[in-house]
């Protein structure tokens, strides 16, 4: 069995639901690596966690 691949998105990359949408899409493309999705603050909000 392949490992998995981990894949972190936050900040400018989800920053919009324009880009929210492409990160989804390189997810799915992804999908047969076995993709661990790790989310990380949207842009912005970093400093208010």
């Given at each position: 069995?392949?490992?998995?691949?981990?894949?972190?998105?936050?900040?400018?990359?989800?920053?919009?639901?324009?880009?929210?949408?492409?990160?989804?899409?390189?997810?799915?493309?992804?999908?047969?690596?076995?993709?661990l999705i790790v989310p990380s603050a949207t842009k912005g909000t970093?400093?208010?966690?």
């Amino acid at each position: 069995m392949r490992p998995a691949v981990i894949m972190k998105y936050g900040g400018s990359s989800l920053g919009n639901s324009e880009m929210i949408k492409q990160v989804i899409g390189i997810i799915y493309n992804r999908y047969q690596d076995r993709p661990l999705i790790v989310p990380s603050a949207t842009k912005g909000t970093t400093d208010e966690l």
